[in-house]
């Protein structure tokens, strides 16, 4: 069940914060630009969750002693059960328990929480990508610029569970 969390403008000067504070880190793709959309993606959750905001490389989230990690994608569209959620593979070595996946709404006006993950089901049960590989997201003809693992955004479970996984 993908929640559609109205962002707001406490949320934009918080994230803002954040992202100016962290920069840019070593080997982003953006050269740090999404950062903004990433805490957006961890302020939405953090709203539906509540648990502390540790912000480390590991994870983002600790909830009930669970380490939660949020992925946020940045987009024009509410995310659909066929699209999909994915962690570079190197994501697969990270001290998280759980991933949550997050759609930022390229405006900033939302963010949709698409469901979450356990670290290790996510590798097992994902589809690994290779660099090179190609997709379509619509029309679009993509490159996977880095090895990903893939699965359905339907396929991921409610957070729910995470407020039970204590």
């Not at 570079?88 to 001290?95: I, R, T």
Request: net charge positive; glycine share 10%.
């Amino acid at each position: 069940m993908i929640i559609e969390v109205p962002v707001t403008e406490e949320m934009i000067i918080e994230a803002t914060k954040k992202a100016r504070e962290m920069g840019q880190l070593k080997g982003s793709m953006m050269n740090g630009g999404r950062n903004l959309s990433g805490f957006l993606g961890e302020l939405a959750v953090h709203s539906l969750l509540g648990g502390e905001i540790h912000n480390t490389y590991d994870y983002d989230i600790l909830l009930n002693g669970k380490k939660i990690d949020v992925k946020a994608k940045s987009t024009n569209y509410k995310p659909k059960p066929e699209y999909a959620a994915t962690i570079f593979k190197y994501s697969e070595k990270q001290g998280c328990d759980y991933f949550v996946f997050t759609n930022v709404k390229k405006d900033l006006s939302k963010v949709w929480v698409c469901g979450t993950y356990e670290r290790d089901g996510f590798v097992k049960d994902g589809v690994l990508k290779r660099k090179g590989e190609k997709f379509y997201a619509g029309t679009r003809e993509i490159e996977y610029r880095r090895d990903n693992y893939e699965m359905k955004i339907g396929d991921l479970k409610p957070i729910d569970v995470l407020k039970e996984a204590a």
